[in-house]
């Protein structure tokens, strides 16, 4: 039996045999695809503060700069660290917390790299955007926030509405729900203390 490769998929690969094809299903590893996102952030960001050190960046001193881009060289060690020692929850969270500041602040790594991740991983990554919409109109239909990852989730979109002059009403509805929540758990705090 010979098997030809015909194209990628999400999930696997097709494979066309004798003019039928064949779907061999293989299981993304999406601890990589969180590894390979970071890095591949902090290389942008280098990237970024090194060509435009003279222009964008010129009022930072660049001892500034340099120290930045030193973290940034460290946080690649790390990423690969974690995923080399499987603490997957630690990649997880690092992508979870990058998300939103890849969206509001650094756009253009997620249209240059689109393609990349398309072609990888199966996953539009301008699409990020949208995932986290239809999570934050999930919470506000439901009336209530759940976990701590939904409140840092709507904390920061919030913060992005009052950066943006945002609609007002919309403001004050997420503020119920966040206050709601820090009264929720500070009376689970008050009640596990007695």
């Given at each position: 039996?010979?098997?030809?490769?015909?194209?990628?998929?999400?999930?696997?690969?097709?494979?066309?045999?004798?003019?039928?094809?064949?779907?061999?299903?293989?299981?993304?590893?999406?601890?990589?695809?969180?590894?390979?996102?970071?890095?591949?952030?902090?290389?942008?960001?280098?990237?970024?503060?090194?060509?435009?050190?003279?222009?964008?960046?010129?009022?930072?001193?660049?001892?500034?700069?340099?120290?930045?881009?030193?973290?940034?060289?460290?946080?690649?060690?790390?990423?690969?660290?974690?995923?080399?020692?499987?603490?997957?929850?630690?990649?997880?969270?690092?992508?979870?917390?990058?998300?939103?500041?890849?969206?509001v602040r650094h756009p253009d790594f997620l249209i240059e790299n689109q393609q990349?991740?398309?072609?990888?991983?199966?996953?539009?990554?301008?699409?990020?955007?949208?995932?986290?919409?239809?999570?934050?109109?999930?919470?506000?239909?439901?009336?209530?926030?759940?976990?701590?990852?939904?409140?840092?989730?709507?904390?920061?979109?919030?913060?992005?509405?009052?950066?943006?002059?945002?609609?007002?009403?919309?403001?004050?509805?997420?503020?119920?729900?966040?206050?709601?929540?820090?009264?929720?758990?500070?009376?689970?705090?008050?009640?596990?203390?007695?």
């Amino acid at each position: 039996m010979r098997y030809h490769k015909a194209s990628n998929a999400l999930f696997g690969q097709l494979y066309r045999y004798t003019g039928f094809y064949y779907l061999i299903i293989i299981k993304m590893d999406k601890n990589l695809y969180y590894k390979d996102f970071g890095i591949r952030l902090c290389n942008f960001i280098i990237k970024d503060l090194q060509t435009n050190r003279h222009t964008i960046y010129r009022c930072m001193p660049d001892e500034f700069i340099n120290e930045t881009i030193d973290d940034y060289k460290h946080c690649i060690k790390q990423y690969n660290e974690w995923y080399d020692n499987g603490k997957t929850g630690l990649l997880g969270k690092s992508y979870r917390d990058a998300v939103p500041d890849v969206i509001v602040r650094h756009p253009d790594f997620l249209i240059e790299n689109q393609q990349y991740y398309m072609d990888t991983y199966g996953i539009n990554i301008l699409d990020l955007d949208k995932k986290k919409q239809n999570k934050i109109a999930k919470i506000l239909e439901r009336g209530k926030i759940k976990t701590e990852d939904e409140f840092r989730m709507i904390y920061e979109h919030v913060d992005e509405l009052c950066q943006t002059d945002g609609n007002s009403d919309m403001i004050e509805k997420f503020n119920v729900l966040l206050r709601d929540y820090e009264e929720l758990a500070e009376a689970k705090l008050q009640k596990r203390k007695k």
